[in-house]
């Protein structure tokens, strides 16, 4: 990061070089639209159709999701405005993760928030070897501003940082590996980041009505993504939990637990307890069950709620918080990509009436010159 922020381009192509085995001069860094605009139109027409429909849906979510968020707005009491503005980030960098696969799922669900939102440049970066016709089709549906094929923590400093081919971002979001996780801790305040992406993590809550096939098939889809991701079962009902565990492919094993509850409380008492990252209800009645939930990144209800459904087309951004961070954060939306500015503003009548208080409080804490900014417009003539 030290490299990058000090000699730009030259470290970028250094570290393309030794870590991703590619060699690119600045010059090669941004890959034209033009090119991902191919890409969308020779893709194979089912899998055009897949990617669009998931467009859809993700657009759709997060328009909702605008509508009933956060606006500006404005309150008069006696002589005082208050009140907030609601802008966009001017800018904002998408990292979209290589390591053992390439995601244009990941495109749709980072870039399509970020347009919702109305940010006015949106930039994607990913590593030149994961740079398929897929990942091209999809940030040429999402409409990405620019495209680079810097991968890594060259493309975290790279969009921080600034060099000569890439002008920086104000935010840079998305998940990655360790060593990506490790750069946006580095550079936040720099830059604006949106979560600390760890391994993926399922829990699942089952009682006797669910499937073990089911749950087994989603407890190895989280599994897939990386040997550190965790899946977990939590279940009231012995015979469940030993045909789901039966049913899990032994490659996967070491990395599925399979926990029993006394009752349904207790399996959400222990699901909350862990706030994962995806929370499966495979139980009756789960919509009766979703007003206990205290932590997770996204529910899913029912045993015909697939996580990768959400992972891929339902709406909802799959970019969402690991490691227990559900229980103080959100996944990406809408909202991550806006800021709210306070707007106050005070009449004569007004500021003249507050004086005194405001000075007391200023004094309180030995803030002389506070203090002396609203004396002096109390004595103004």
């Not at 429909?53 to 208050?82: C, D, M, Y």
């Not at 669900?109 to 939102?117: H, K, S």
């Not at 030149?128 to 495209?147: M, N, R, S």
């Amino acid at each position: 990061m030290d490299d990058i922020r000090r000699q730009g381009d030259a470290a970028v192509a250094k570290a393309l070089a030794r870590h991703d085995g590619v060699r690119l001069s600045p010059r090669e860094f941004r890959v034209p639209l033009e090119r991902a605009r191919r890409a969308l139109g020779s893709l194979a027409p089912d899998r055009r159709r897949a990617l669009e429909s998931s467009a859809r849906n993700i657009r759709r979510f997060h328009e909702t999701e605008r509508r009933q968020g956060p606006r500006s707005w404005r309150e008069k009491r006696g002589g005082v405005l208050a009140g907030q503005e609601i802008r966009p980030v001017g800018s904002a960098g998408v990292y979209v993760p290589g390591g053992r696969f390439a995601y244009p799922s990941t495109v749709l669900m980072t870039v399509i928030p970020a347009r919702v939102a109305g940010v006015p440049r949106v930039v994607m970066a990913t590593p030149p070897q994961h740079l398929t016709e897929d990942v091209l089709a999809a940030a040429a549906l999402a409409g990405v501003d620019e495209i680079y094929q810097i991968g890594g923590v060259a493309a975290v400093g790279a969009l921080t940082y600034g060099t000569r081919t890439v002008k920086a971002v104000d935010l840079v979001v998305g998940p990655g590996g360790a060593w990506v996780t490790e750069a946006k801790r580095q550079v936040f305040g720099a830059v604006g980041i949106d979560t600390l992406a760890g391994p993926s993590e399922i829990v699942i809550v089952a009682d006797r009505s669910a499937r073990p096939n089911f749950a087994a098939a989603d407890l190895m889809a989280q599994a897939e993504h990386d040997p550190l991701a965790r899946s977990t079962l939590i279940s009231t009902d012995a015979g469940f939990l030993a045909a789901a565990r039966a049913a899990v492919a032994p490659a996967f094993r070491r990395q599925c637990r399979f926990v029993m509850a006394r009752n349904l409380e207790e399996a959400l008492e222990r699901a909350s307890a862990l706030a994962p990252e995806h929370l499966s209800l495979m139980v009756k009645n789960p919509a009766a069950l979703l007003p206990r939930v205290r932590n997770a990144g996204a529910v899913f209800l029912g045993s015909w709620s697939p996580v990768a459904a959400g992972d891929y087309w339902a709406g909802p951004s799959h970019v969402l918080p690991t490691g227990r961070s559900a229980r103080f954060s959100s996944g990406l939306s809408v909202q991550t990509f806006l800021k709210r500015t306070s707007v106050i503003g005070l009449t004569e009548p007004a500021v003249r009436r507050a004086a005194p208080s405001i000075a007391q409080l200023a004094e309180a804490e030995g803030l002389a010159f506070h203090a002396a900014s609203v004396r002096a417009r109390e004595a103004a003539v």
